[in-house]
């Protein structure tokens, strides 16, 4: 099998050169790709290049036909040449047989209409017993003197084709053929004695068109085979293990072994997966070491934001939420832990490293109350923990007792609920709304300056809109109260105070300007307010 041959088809085609094609001693090996004979006849068809323009001057009409006449020679390559050429694409030991396919003297405007296609064809006649005609979708033919011995051996397909006919020199012909060159590869395959010497080289989309044909000639040991090299390489990328993956389950019910490389992507294991992620928060959660536990910190929201726009069940759902509010209310009693142990006068007569380990676990305890809140931010389920937030009266008066140093860390805490209030991110009780400000709007002023100038990530307008807007969506009786207890804190610190003008302005027009009766009528008093503009 190591005669190759390539013949023109139609008229009007010009000189085509042969496209080297290894052929084992098993078996043929490799078939060309469309791009390749297309690539080759475009060399190889001088006619078809752009001529430049012939000058004008001084050339009769009449020597147009014969500068194609004169070029012609330095344009065809001789057929040594063209052996030579083809024999860089394969290695010494490989036997290629080239031939070359004289060019037809035909004009130009009739070549570029002609659409090309080329013919192939392997093997013998003389000493195969059967031909396998693939008849390409790209526009070329592949001819397969084959063994009917080793078809029915291998393929279940050629076996059913071959018992239906049995003429003398019997054919099949495969129509519509999607992918020629790897068609001819698989059934080179069935040559050879070891596939994994033949696959290991291979890429993995290479591999995954192996499987495709594999599977509609009925090839299963060629099937295992490349099974065993998807389940021992790589998969570099999703969109590479969603291939694999989408073609390995396609061949579960050919009833060979795909366990082996879909337990890469899914587990049997009897363990909840409530259990690991539990696991994975509290590694975190404990954690002391900076670098490490920032990049885990965003990997773990990153990674719980793209679960958040995937359809799960309810139960997966509060399960996770269940677990961190868990892991919250053990935080939040460690803060409240640290910080009666911090506000004790004799903590302020001891030595630094003993004052040192309780700030740190404070500040420690508090970022991990921020990150969880971002969590259920995210998952629509910080509503609880604005409640179990605004409950807690005694961190808040155990707050001043401390240097604001350390104890900022939870004022970013309130601030981040102020501003997911005002966003609508979280919608908690009207109850909820207003013991939160009663409780933490002041600490939070105590606070302001520092975190205005020590805190990167505080950022103050966001913050003020977000204080400004939950004190709106009060009833108006207890935005008149909340908003004249600001203002007598803001005329004393000014910028380093919330900035809440926008809310007193909303608060004063809904008061003063366009106040709503119970009737429900309103009292329309914008020309009070607005002059009004006539023209003359």
């Not at 080329?118 to 195969?128: K, L």
């Not at 290991?200 to 192996?210: A, G, M, N, P």
């Not at 090839?219 to 295992?224: E, L, P, R």
Request: charged fraction near 25%; hydrophobic fraction near 35%; include cysteine.
């Amino acid at each position: 099998m190591a005669e190759i041959r390539v013949r023109k088809v139609e008229q009007g085609q010009t000189k085509i050169r042969n496209v080297p094609i290894a052929v084992t001693p098993e078996g043929f090996w490799c078939c060309p790709s469309p791009n390749v004979f297309q690539k080759s006849l475009k060399t190889q068809n001088p006619l078809n290049k752009p001529k430049s323009p012939v000058p004008t001057t001084q050339t009769p009409v009449h020597k147009k036909h014969t500068s194609v006449t004169e070029k012609r020679p330095a344009s065809a390559a001789p057929k040594s040449g063209i052996v030579s050429d083809d024999k860089r694409g394969v290695s010494s030991d490989t036997p290629v047989v080239s031939a070359s396919v004289p060019a037809e003297r035909t004009p130009p405007s009739k070549v570029e209409n002609v659409p090309r296609k080329v013919s192939i064809e392997f093997g013998e006649p003389g000493t195969s017993d059967l031909r396998v005609i693939l008849l390409g979708k790209q526009g070329f033919t592949v001819k397969l003197n084959v063994h009917k011995n080793i078809l029915v051996e291998n393929s279940s397909y050629f076996a059913n084709k071959i018992s239906e006919q049995q003429p003398v020199f019997p054919c099949i012909e495969i129509d519509d053929c999607e992918d020629v060159e790897i068609y001819v590869e698989t059934v080179g395959l069935m040559y050879c004695k070891e596939f994994k010497q033949r696959l290991i080289k291979q890429s993995v989309s290479r591999v995954l068109r192996i499987i495709k044909v594999a599977e509609q000639l009925g090839f299963k040991s060629c099937m295992q085979s490349c099974l065993e090299y998807l389940e021992a390489v790589p998969w570099v990328g999703e969109e590479e293990e969603e291939k694999v993956v989408s073609s390995v389950l396609r061949l579960q019910s050919e009833g060979i072994g795909v366990t082996p490389v879909l337990k890469r992507v899914s587990s049997d294991i009897s363990k909840p997966h409530k259990d690991t992620f539990s696991h994975i928060l509290e590694l975190v959660l404990k954690s002391n070491e900076e670098r490490g536990r920032r990049e885990m910190k965003s990997i773990v929201l990153k990674l719980l934001r793209e679960n958040n726009s995937l359809p799960s069940s309810s139960d997966s759902v509060d399960s996770y939420n269940e677990i961190i509010y868990g892991s919250c209310r053990s935080c939040l009693d460690s803060v409240l832990g640290l910080f009666k142990q911090a506000a004790e006068p004799e903590f302020s007569n001891n030595s630094n490293e003993c004052r040192e380990p309780v700030m740190k676990q404070m500040v420690l305890e508090a970022d991990n109350l921020s990150w969880m809140l971002e969590i259920l931010t995210d998952r629509q389920a910080a509503d609880d923990f604005a409640v179990m937030w605004a409950s807690q009266q005694d961190l808040a008066s155990l707050h001043t007792k401390l240097p604001i140093m350390s104890r900022h860390h939870v004022s970013c805490i309130t601030a981040r609920l102020f501003v997911g209030i005002g966003r609508g991110e979280l919608l908690p009780s009207k109850d909820t709304r207003n013991l939160l400000l009663q409780t933490w709007l002041q600490p939070l002023i105590n606070d302001y300056s520092w975190l205005q100038h020590g805190c990167r990530s505080f950022d103050r307008k966001v913050v003020e809109e977000g204080i400004g807007r939950t004190i709106l969506t009060l009833p108006l009786e207890e935005q008149q109260s909340i908003l004249l207890s600001w203002l007598g804190s803001f005329l004393k610190a000014g910028d380093n105070c919330p900035n809440l003008q926008r809310a007193f302005e909303v608060w004063w027009r809904r008061t003063f300007v366009r106040p709503y009766a119970e009737s429900g009528n309103i009292r329309q008093l914008d020309h009070v307010m607005t002059p009004k503009v006539t023209e003359h």
